[in-house]
């Protein structure tokens, strides 16, 4: 089975909130850990490059993970992940998620 690529938007208005969130993901890039170690096969995040067609999504994430089941575990229990959304959710406009596994 293909690793899942994990590909997140969000339009986050204020820059100084987009700022803290990124932050956020520098801390859970470090401590996102499943039995004891980390499981996240590879994470990339930062301010999207003013474009059009980014629709005013300012914020792009891609992780990887090994298997569905380490998605649904990021999405479901992971306690760093819990951090995360804590301090995203309360100041994201919008968010857009997708995940695949590639054919390449």
Known sequence: MAPIER????????????????????????TATKDGKP???????????PDPR?????VSVKT??????????????????KALKAVAGPVKEDIMMTYYESVL
Do not use: W
Request: hydrophobic share 40%.
């Open 7 to 30: 590909i997140t938007l969000f339009k986050i208005p204020n820059d100084a909130d987009a700022n803290r969130v990124l932050e956020q993901y520098k801390i859970l890039a470090k």
């Open 39 to 49: 499981y996240i096969v590879s994470a990339a995040v930062g301010k999207s490059i």
């Open 54 to 58: 980014n629709k005013g999504f300012n």
């Open 64 to 81: 990887t993970f090994a298997s569905l089941e380490d998605m649904k575990y990021y999405d479901e229990q992971c306690e760093a992940h």
